[in-house]
Nanobody
Framework: QVRLVESGEGLVQAGGSLSLSCVAS????????MGWFRQAPGREREFVAF????????DYSDSVKGRFTISRDNAKNTVYLQMNSLKPEDTAVYYC????????????????????WGQGTQVTVSS
């Protein structure tokens, strides 16, 4: 059973930075896509970023492009999300996700493309 555990929860002022980590246990995820999603109060969970199994391809939502960077360290079974120039609208619970098998035919912006989810970590950006 794969377990994903996020860390990096915090409160930061607008314009500040925060870094999230997600460590996987149970099996190696070096051949799997990993992504970050977020859910604000009263809203649906939405895509933030994903990274391919090799780290050679990344994609971001338009709302975070240019401000957030996803990366991974397969040796540590860990994916990161560096968040810069944070805005109050970035306030949400951030979730790490991983799929079972990488595929070039999956839409990794969709929640349904992922099989494993973390419990989430709170990010709050004050104005």
């Amino acid at each position: 059973q794969v377990r994903l555990v996020e860390s990096g929860e915090g409160l930061v002022q607008a314009g500040g930075s925060l870094s999230l980590s997600c460590v996987a246990s149970g099996r190696s995820l070096s051949n799997n896509a990993m992504g970050w999603f977020r859910q604000a109060p009263g809203r649906e969970r939405e895509f933030v970023a994903f990274i391919s199994w090799s780290g050679g391809y990344e994609d971001y939502s338009d709302s975070v492009k240019g401000r957030f960077t996803i990366s991974r360290d397969n040796a540590k079974n860990t994916v990161y999300l560096q968040m810069n120039s944070l805005k109050p609208e970035d306030t949400a619970v951030y979730y790490c996700a991983a799929d079972k098998v990488w595929s070039y035919f999956k839409d990794y912006k969709r929640l349904s493309s992922y099989d494993y989810w973390g419990q989430g970590t709170q990010v709050t950006v004050s104005s």
